[in-house]
């Protein structure tokens, strides 16, 4: 095995990584506001990249105003989401409120094979498809895209946490919700804004990832557990551990693909998720629940 083939499965995990790392990050947005582990985070994927692509194709939209419609119908669906069925419930334990999440997912991905069919749906590369050279690999633009979609997101994240009045109850509701009540801030609607932000993040990903792999009804339910993997890797509720979780499972899944065998890239994740739970439960920056951590 050459170094540059090793080098080019590490650059094909660190764009897959950054999927991955988008998904993770909606998956602790929601973890911090709730306690909640939001199985319907996939279908979020799915929406972004399904929107994006039917928007283009039905109503004959350039690609950056399908990808504005995606990201603010999706935005609204995971608003949604928290005003029927988690608001509702929110008196329950938690593993109910799993339980309506994974409810949910089911219910969108079966809302939206009826909308758009079992077929796929291509989205066309933001910028090309030449591949860029890259000491002696390559990759190709729509990668470089997913790479600073990722940073963009997280940036903007760390930016509304650390500077406005919303991102600053969102992060006392997940310090001590009991004290942020107390200081007369609104949990349930700092709760949405974790569900549109999660919502969000999982748009960018389905959007970013689409002129790859294309998109289909079905894309996200294995998504989703590959970015609940990359969550609890790095720590479920740490927004950078989301991130750096994201990377590793990626580089990792592409490492074990290229050098055993591409049967087992599917596998590589619980396999990753399974070692965690065995030996550093909360993840590699985990720590106690908050997005401060």
């Given at each position: 095995?050459?170094?540059?083939?090793?080098w080019?499965?590490?650059?094909?995990?660190i764009?897959?990584g950054?999927?991955?790392?988008?998904?993770?990050?909606?998956?602790?947005?929601?973890?911090?506001?709730?306690?909640?582990?939001n199985f319907a985070?996939g279908?979020f994927?799915?929406?972004?990249?399904?929107?994006t692509?039917?928007t283009?194709?039905?109503?004959?939209l350039p690609l950056w105003l399908?990808?504005?419609?995606?990201?603010?119908?999706?935005?609204?669906v995971?608003?949604?989401?928290d005003?029927?069925?988690i608001?509702?419930a929110r008196?329950?334990?938690?593993?109910?409120?799993?339980?309506?999440?994974?409810?949910?997912s089911?219910?969108?991905r079966g809302?939206?094979?009826?909308?758009?069919g079992p077929?796929?749906?291509?989205?066309?590369?933001?910028s090309?498809?030449?591949p860029?050279g890259?000491?002696?690999a390559?990759?190709?633009?729509?990668?470089?895209w997913?790479?600073?979609a990722?940073?963009?997101v997280?940036?903007a994240?760390?930016?509304?946490?650390?500077f406005?009045?919303?991102?600053?109850?969102m992060?006392?509701c997940?310090i001590?919700?009991?004290?942020a009540?107390l200081?007369?801030?609104?949990?349930?609607?700092m709760?949405s804004?974790?569900?549109?932000l999660?919502?969000?993040?999982?748009?960018?990903a389905?959007?970013v990832?689409?002129?790859?792999?294309?998109t289909?009804?079905?894309?996200?339910?294995m998504l989703g557990?590959?970015g609940?993997?990359?969550?609890?890797l790095?720590?479920?509720?740490?927004?950078?551990?989301?991130?750096?979780?994201?990377?590793?499972?990626?580089?990792?899944?592409a490492l074990?693909?290229g050098?055993?065998s591409?049967?087992?890239?599917?596998?590589?994740?619980?396999?990753v998720?399974?070692?965690?739970?065995?030996?550093?439960?909360s993840?590699?920056m985990g720590g106690e629940?908050?997005?401060?951590?």
């Amino acid at each position: 095995m050459h170094p540059e083939q090793i080098w080019q499965f590490i650059l094909s995990g660190i764009t897959t990584g950054g999927i991955y790392a988008l998904i993770a990050l909606g998956f602790s947005l929601v973890y911090n506001a709730t306690g909640v582990i939001n199985f319907a985070q996939g279908e979020f994927v799915m929406l972004g990249g399904m929107i994006t692509a039917a928007t283009m194709s039905a109503w004959g939209l350039p690609l950056w105003l399908a990808i504005i419609v995606a990201l603010v119908l999706t935005t609204l669906v995971g608003l949604l989401l928290d005003r029927a069925a988690i608001r509702p419930a929110r008196n329950s334990t938690v593993v109910v409120l799993i339980i309506i999440t994974v409810g949910a997912s089911i219910f969108m991905r079966g809302v939206a094979s009826i909308i758009w069919g079992p077929n796929e749906r291509p989205i066309p590369a933001f910028s090309g498809e030449a591949p860029i050279g890259l000491w002696g690999a390559t990759v190709t633009p729509q990668g470089l895209w997913v790479l600073g979609a990722t940073l963009v997101v997280a940036v903007a994240m760390w930016a509304v946490f650390e500077f406005t009045v919303i991102g600053k109850a969102m992060r006392a509701c997940a310090i001590n919700p009991t004290a942020a009540r107390l200081c007369g801030i609104h949990i349930s609607r700092m709760v949405s804004w974790s569900f549109g932000l999660a919502a969000f993040s999982g748009a960018v990903a389905g959007i970013v990832l689409a002129p790859i792999t294309m998109t289909q009804y079905n894309i996200g339910s294995m998504l989703g557990l590959k970015g609940f993997c990359a969550a609890m890797l790095g720590g479920l509720g740490n927004g950078l551990g989301a991130i750096a979780g994201g990377f590793l499972l990626g580089v990792l899944e592409a490492l074990g693909s290229g050098l055993i065998s591409s049967s087992y890239k599917d596998a590589i994740a619980f396999i990753v998720l399974l070692i965690v739970l065995l030996l550093r439960p909360s993840g590699l920056m985990g720590g106690e629940r908050g997005v401060e951590d």
